[in-house]
């Protein structure tokens, strides 16, 4: 489908409706106080005081301290089945949401840009899972334009809700959103807006709000930055002389071999398995939930040099398979083990 810039500007126009020329200005001075001089920010401030009990955010990027952390998000929308002039909608409220995250230090992640079915034709169906799903999993917050329907929208949020990751979702006042949506539970906050500067305003609110909760949740999960449930498997699965494949197809469903291989390789935060899956695994394995997810102090010590040499490699911009990472630990071990006995 062609672009049609006068179609673009009518769903634009259309979506946001028209206001008077006073009306523009009240919201205006109501949401889009940096643009006012100076020598008027003191009294807005007292106003502000009056009417808010706290100062609004002015200039976001003012409020970060040296010590604030840097943060990921993740920006949900529909981009399949849409006219051009909608995608242009999207496009268009994923540019203000992206600003505004910018001035928090939240950088956010748009599949559009990555995996959009439009453009991006090439990445497999596979990949654009596994990639945009791993995206949400290592966000510290999602963000979802719940303007069209979008079945790969709910994936995301179900991924976001299962990893315990806090979710914004953001709509025009004239828009019904799902009950599916709107009923999630766990941390989630909910902007409804007329105007665009009113959806600004309200997502620069709701970040000034939440941000000190994405921090410590940050804090908090870093520890799932190692791989110890993957680790864990691969070990109990080596012990027994088992593959990959016999593991996978003795769940019940059976489990693709390249799954399981992700669920090995990559780090808690990433695989996040159900704990249904886990259950599955633990009796092919013959084991327990808690042998696998519970690891010894030793499995700890290995798990977390493990991470050190693999961000070394990678810094040295080396290629290391697994195999190659394991005998490298394997000889620091060796070599810590030596230096204790001469000592």
């Known amino acids: 489908m062609s672009l049609n810039p006068e179609k673009v500007t009518n769903e634009i126009r259309n979506h946001f409706g028209s206001v008077s020329e006073s009306e523009f200005k009240e919201n205006i001075e109501k949401f889009c106080l940096e643009t006012l001089e100076e020598e008027n920010m003191e009294g807005i401030e007292k106003y502000q005081e009056a009417e808010t009990g706290q100062l609004l955010l002015f200039r976001p990027q003012s409020i970060l301290s040296s010590t604030s952390l840097h943060l990921d998000a993740y920006l949900a929308c529909a981009l399949t089945g849409l006219s051009e002039e909608q995608r242009q909608l999207m496009f268009h409220l994923s540019d203000i949401v992206a600003i505004v995250c910018d001035g928090f230090d939240i950088n956010l992640y748009e599949p559009r840009k ?35 329907p979008s079945t790969g929208a709910g994936e995301e949020l179900a991924f976001a809700y299962d990893a315990m990751v806090p979710i914004i979702l953001i709509s025009h006042s004239n828009t019904r959103v799902s009950r599916m949506i709107t009923g999630i539970p766990g941390f989630k906050l909910e902007i409804k807006y007329t105007e665009p500067e009113e959806m600004r305003h309200q997502l620069r609110e709701s970040l000034l709000k939440i941000r000190p909760v994405l921090e410590e949740r940050k804090v908090a999960f870093s520890k799932y930055q190692a791989n110890i449930v993957g680790e864990r498997i691969r070990s109990l699965r080596e012990e027994l002389g088992l593959t ?27 695989s996040n398995p159900s704990l249904a899956k886990l259950r599955q695994i633990a009796v092919v394995l013959k084991t327990t939930v808690a ?31 697994p195999e190659d990472q394991r005998r490298i630990l394997r000889r620091t071990l060796l070599h810590m083990i030596e230096v204790l006995d001469r000592e």
């Open 114 to 148: 990555k995996t959009d079915p439009v453009h991006n034709t090439n990445v497999s169906d596979t990949d654009v899972f596994n990639i945009d799903r791993e995206r949400v999993l290592q966000s510290d917050l999602l963000i979802h334009l719940c303007h069209y």
């Open 244 to 270: 990959r494949e016999e593991v996978a197809g003795n769940l019940l469903p059976p489990l693709d071999a390249e799954d399981l291989r992700q669920l090995e390789e990559s780090v808690d935060k990433v």
């Open 291 to 321: 042998d696998i997810v519970e690891p010894s102090v030793s499995d700890l010590v290995i798990s977390k040099l493990q991470e050190l040499l693999t961000q070394n490699m990678a810094a040295r911009g080396g290629i290391f398979m």
